[in-house]
């Protein structure tokens, strides 16, 4: 099984030179998913790393997902070690939008190194622009610098933060109104694993579930935590942001 959890995950102690070089080699980075996805899994220049936290089969099987209807903006919530912020630019729009969120020393994965940042700007292609806020999810100055770039409209939110069952609940309620009808919202750890990885997150899944109609892509339910449950928003089931897939010029702040 080709997953790391991010306690394994070592290489803060990179430094400016490694995220430069970094970004140097991540240049010729492949861009067909399947080697792409390989390609972050087992980067390391100098001390610095990139990882997905993710399951290969999983995430591969929902980025082909996104891929049939690349989003033009993404929220993600939980970047870590830069594997799912990568991939998620592969498939999105060349002129794409994406925030991503987290909180140095966070807990579920520990955050980011500042010095990391260079590297994970230069994952934006062609048009796209990368935007990377270290800071709370929970925190209303969160929310307020997303909607400074994003605006109110987004496609695709992938919630993969604070795994506590009142984290996953508040990120949910706070990003999922700027998802537009149409746009997807996707959770990580859905499956019934360890506390210290899933937390409340199975639990929170299942709830939704009975109230919404959900897909699961999960390669085994015994793995012990991973999976991705996905949503597809609409104004019958939730709250939605003012557009609709396919309205570009609202996605942008
Ligand atoms: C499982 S990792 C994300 C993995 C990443 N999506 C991937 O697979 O490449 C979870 C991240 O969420 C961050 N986090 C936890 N609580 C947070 C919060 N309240 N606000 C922002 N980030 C948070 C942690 O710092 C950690 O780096």
């Not at 579920?108 to 990377?132: C, E, M, N, V, W």
């Not at 639990?203 to 949503?231: C, H, N, T």
């Amino acid at each position: 099984m080709l997953a790391l959890r991010p306690a394994r995950v070592r290489g803060g102690a990179a430094n400016l030179a490694d995220a430069l070089g970094a970004r140097r080699a991540f240049r010729q980075a492949p861009t067909n998913l399947d080697e792409a996805y390989d390609f972050v899994a087992d980067f390391e220049y100098g001390q610095l790393r990139t990882r997905p936290f993710q399951i290969r089969q999983e995430m591969l099987q929902f980025l082909a997902r996104l891929a049939e209807d690349p989003p033009r903006s993404i929220i993600e919530l939980g970047t870590a070690y830069g594997g799912t912020l990568f991939l998620l630019a592969c498939i999105a729009m060349p002129d794409a939008t994406i925030v991503t969120i987290d909180m140095p020393a966070g807990p579920f994965g520990g955050g980011y190194p500042r010095t990391h940042a260079p590297l994970y700007k230069s994952f934006a292609r062609d048009k796209q622009r990368i935007r990377l806020i270290r800071s709370d999810s929970h925190s209303p100055d969160t929310l307020k610098a997303v909607r400074e770039t994003v605006g109110t409209t987004v496609d695709l939110l992938f919630i993969d933060a604070d795994h506590t069952y009142e984290g996953v609940r508040s990120d949910f309620e706070t990003y999922s109104p700027l998802v537009c009808s149409g746009g997807l919202i996707a959770f990580h750890d859905i499956v019934d694993g360890p506390p210290e990885a899933v937390g409340g997150v199975p639990r929170f899944w299942k709830e939704l579930r009975e109230r919404m109609p959900g897909e699961e892509i999960v390669a085994d339910w015994s793995q012990g935590g991973y999976g991705i449950g996905l949503i597809r928003k609409d104004a019958h089931t939730l709250p939605t942001g003012t557009g609709t897939r396919g309205n570009a010029d609202s996605t942008h702040g």
